[in-house]
């Protein structure tokens, strides 16, 4: 059971919008704790996509954005594209666990 | 950009060690911790622990804690992570990836920028 909770799968048809949320709890998120986002391509690596919940490193588009509000995150792609196809994964840092935990990922769909 | 290559992927049986690498490019690579993640297939992603290669400072996740051990030469810029007896359920892709902000403070964000290819370790008799 992961720490921080992402749905299981989404998916959306090109061109549209989508979200995907990360519900944390009082020892990460609502402690404070930034979230931080990550794009796995299939039999890839991960990549860094937002860090500090909502800055996009050089080279990322902007159609990537993130927010966070208490407890919860949430990571948006706008004008939903094929090459988006991917699993993506949320982050913190827990102060009850003294670590840094992931969400179970959640595998994006383009119809 | 910060590079980071790790070897390649290796397939074990049970009881055996292994020690796998992530060689770093850079003269920044001493000044950063290096963490090493594992992913099981179709699983999320768990810090097993970091070292900080430039004195090996090192921490453990308390669930890998025993299970491996982390180390890094900073003269050729690679961290290590390795097993002394593999068991099935060690089977999975390795990562290794550098860790901004290694803080507690809510107010220093903490994550990982850059990203080996990732190491995958198959563990069968």
Redesign the interface.
Known sequence: Q?VLTQPPSVSGAPGQRVTISCTGSSSNFG????V?W?QQLPG?????LL??NSNR?SGVPDRFSGSKSGTSASLAITGLQAEDEADY?C?S?D?SL???V????TKLTVL | EVQLVQSGAEVKKPGESLKISCQGSGSSFSNYYIAWVRQMPGKRLEWMGIIYPGDSDTRYNPSFQGQVTISADKSITTAYVQWSSLKASDTAMYYCARLIGYCTSPSCPSYFDFWGQGTLVTVSS
């Open positions: 992961s402690a404070g704790y930034d931080h990550y890839t690596a991960p990549k860094l860090f500090g490193p994964y982050q840092y102060s003294s670590g840094w992931f969400g179970g990922g």
